[in-house]
């Protein structure tokens, strides 16, 4: 049992906004009250509920690929100490999986979604979220390329496809589904991409990325799963891509939507010279539109590796680049590309970039559907969020970031003209309640009665982001995990997981299938329950 007392606590999914009240916890979970136990006084320090990191990557094949690519990246990062409750491992931009459980809830957070897992290495990335410590995992399949459901689309089953789908997110154990430049990597395979929305993809007649869109948010709904279709949209970081996203998001009316890392698909502009944010316009149509839900995909100057299942842009990036490049080719799914890439405030593109992410999260009105990312490691490693806070906090701070820029950006950006400061409240709603209600996940971000007691203390500080980079208390399920600092148990954390309904007869259809198009043998393609540690399945809810 843990008695908080006189913490000013910020819970939106409550309506706490600065209050200062006891919280009290008892195996896992807040409770109304109790006599014992161990008391924290927490006066004077500002409490949140943990951290939801709606959209990550930290698990699987291609983050192991940039591990690979990148070792000149941990050869420069200090190794952690082992002790008592640590284990050895490297941090950097692509950290080993127990690195990557510290260093998230050393910020705090208690529960991380991997945003983009294909079928074919499932297996693998539940391995790996098993040996992520402290946090809750979720993972999201990868299916807008898959040739199965795009050539059942393609011939009009519909029903079909929805049963196919439903198969998948099972079989990879996932949490729901990711659709990444729709058609795009599919087309990949024969050297093309899918740029326009109304053409037909590359080997097919009919099926274009649009309807490939609007099919995968209607199915996602209609199975009932508890968070939308996350997608990643066409054209991705293009100069004049906001026509494309625009276009995109009207092929979702009428249906729930994430759209993944927001920044990367807000520019202006016909190439490179001349690109410029339309963070502006992109806000308007959003706010206008409560059906869809947002990660900024923020970037922050320094260097990164880019990691994506979008090939195509990361081929175009290593021919901008000339940095080092590789691809996957996930057969019959999807792909993975992996560059690794220096974001620089000289460069007019990369501030444009850095501008446009903040932009987004500052004019996108309500916090409860804008979140904090950097789409790690894309935009910047995780462990930077503080940095990201401070700017969202303080515009004074984001005045002297801009005086760093190339002065000829101001005519292509909005941010010079924005003076709205985040307050703790509403940054407790984009980093955790915000986060959790999207993802469906009722017990994450609420500090509520019988919610778990997952939670975050920091200490009152006008320093935002040294505030938000060393919390006082991280407790997750009424256990403290870090203390000022110092890790002090590393508890396993859950896996979160749907099992959607579909015909039965849908093993009997695939099983031909697979012996045709795939390597593997049918049977061992589906991962196996029992390799999933500590599984949580939450509920789908249909109307049917």
Known sequence: MLRITGGTIYDPANGINGEVRDLYVEDGKFVSSFTGGRTIDATGLVIFPGGVDVHTHVAGGSINFARAMTPEDHRRTQ???????????????APTTFATGYLYAGMGFTTVNEAAVPVLSARHTHEEMADIPIVDKSCLVLMANNEIMLDLLEAGEYERAKHIVAWHVWAAKAYGVKAVNPGGVAAWKWGKDANQL????????????????????????????????????????APGNITTTLETMKHLEGHRAHMAHLQYHAYGGDDWDTMKSESAQLAE?????????????AVLFGDTVTITADGPWQHLLYKLTGRKWGN??????????????????????????WATGLELLLLIDDPWRVFLSTDHPNGACFWRYPEIVQLLMCADFRKECMAGLPPEIMNRITLPEINREYTLYEIATIMSAGPARALGLQQKGNLGIGKDADMVIYHSDKDIARMFGHPRYVIKRGEIVIEEGDIRETPDGSEYLVKPSFDPGTDEFLRPLFEDRYCMSFENYPVEMERIERPDLQQCITTE
Not at 200 to 210: A, F, I, L, M, W
Not at 328 to 348: A, F, H, K, M
């Open 79 to 93: 190794a952690f100490i082992r002790s008592q409750t640590r284990r050895s491992g490297l941090g950097g931009m």
């Open 198 to 237: 109304s053409e037909p993809v590359e080997g097919y007649k009919n099926t274009t990325p649009g309807s490939i869109v609007t099919s995968l948010a209607k199915i996602i709904d209609e199975l009932g799963l508890p968070h939308p279709i996350h997608l990643h949209c066409n054209n991705l970081g």
């Open 285 to 297: 149509y959003f706010n206008a539109h409560p059906n869809m839900t947002t990660d900024a995909g």
């Open 328 to 353: 996957l080719d996930v057969e019959n799914e999807t792909g993975c590309g992996i560059v690794p890439y220096s974001y620089r405030p000289s460069n007019l593109v990369n501030a444009v970039q």
